[in-house]
């Protein structure tokens, strides 16, 4: 069984199109997560919920929305897609919220974004 | 702020070769330490993890040390295998904070 599962896998779309991406974990975690890798592999936060409040919200355009409808899940809504949002987005998942490194985060296999 | 510096990639190694990829760190107080894995096509991993100086994190034949006096936390393997061709990142966990990463290091490993 897949501990921590995002769909699609791959996502093709068009400059000013809105889509989503969803991540669900069967892990039983409390905190979700969101990340961004560039094509130069350089991952970075961007969001993070523990027990489906959003915790960490780092400088992210607002055309960027999370929503948790509960614990296991953590969806990734983009509004007006524009070229430079085509990147690799991972979902990760972990018992605890961050709290210098006690916790374990579990990644997803990420989803292909990209943006023409 | 915090920060990871890592070794520019690509390494490129033989098989059975020695492995070191150098990873440095700045931070607020006493982080724990990370090393992932992300092999083609998949998500990242936790390979090993230290949490607090002297520690030695291990798995998989891979070993990285914390050391506190150079802020390190250099990642080792004796003998490398195709199947360890990956990209592998250095990263740390400030207290509260998320994750900060490096900007990876990627391994090709050569029969």
């Known amino acids: 069984d897949t501990a921590v599962s995002q769909t699609p896998k791959y996502l093709v779309t068009q400059m000013g199109n809105d889509k989503s991406i969803k991540c669900e974990q069967n892990l039983g975690h409390d905190t979700m997560y969101w990340y961004k890798q560039d094509s130069k592999k350089f991952l970075k936060i961007m969001f993070s919920y523990n027990n489906k409040e959003l915790i960490i919200n780092e400088t992210v355009p607002n055309r960027f929305s999370p929503k948790s409808p509960d614990k296991a899940h953590l969806n990734l809504h983009i509004n007006s897609l524009e070229l430079g949002d085509s990147a690799v987005y991972f979902c990760?998942?972990?018992?605890?919220?961050?709290?210098?490194?006690?916790?374990?985060?579990?990644f997803g296999p990420g989803t292909r974004l990209l943006v023409l | 702020g915090n920060s990871v510096t890592q070794m520019e990639g690509p390494v490129t190694l033989s098989e059975e070769a020695f492995l070191t990829i150098n990873c440095t760190y700045t931070?607020?107080?006493?982080?724990?330490l990370f090393w992932y894995v992300q092999y083609p096509g998949e998500g990242l991993q936790l390979l090993l993890k230290a949490t607090k100086a002297d520690d030695k994190g291990s798995n998989k034949g891979f070993e990285a040390t914390y050391r506190k006096e150079t802020t390190s936390f250099h990642l080792e393997k004796g003998s490398v295998q195709v199947s360890d061709s990956a990209v592998y990142f250095c990263?740390?966990?400030?207290?509260?904070?998320?994750?900060?990463f490096g900007k990876g290091t990627r391994l090709s490993v050569i029969a």
């Open positions: 990263a740390l966990s400030p207290r509260d904070t998320p994750l900060v």
């Open positions: 931070a607020t107080g006493y982080p724990s």
């Open positions: 990760a998942s972990s018992q605890d919220p961050p709290a210098g490194g006690r916790e374990t985060q579990y």
